[in-house]
């Protein structure tokens, strides 16, 4: 529960109530915070797949780093807003 929705609630929130850039795009390059999102929920797949099939090689290690870097990411697009802000 904890990491299939409330981590990403919170990820949602923050990239829904953080400080705006004052031009066209306001939240920064959506592609960006899909490319999170699809990172994100299909590195959690690939965990939960592992958990599930025995003798899946490779799928845990796959979904760690594609959670890692769905974070990463995200910690990009949320820092880049946070410092640049100017009222």
Do not use: D
């Amino acid at each position: 529960m904890i990491w299939g929705f409330f981590i990403q609630f919170i990820m949602g929130t923050a990239y829904w109530m953080f400080p705006k850039h004052l031009s066209n795009l306001p939240r920064g390059p959506e592609f960006q915070a899909w490319l999170v999102f699809v990172c994100y929920n299909f590195g959690f797949v690939n965990i939960l797949f592992s958990k599930l099939i025995p003798f899946s090689i490779g799928l845990e290690t796959v979904g760690k780093f594609l959670m890692c870097f769905a974070i990463v990411v995200f910690v990009k697009l949320i820092w880049v807003r946070s410092i640049t802000y100017n009222p």
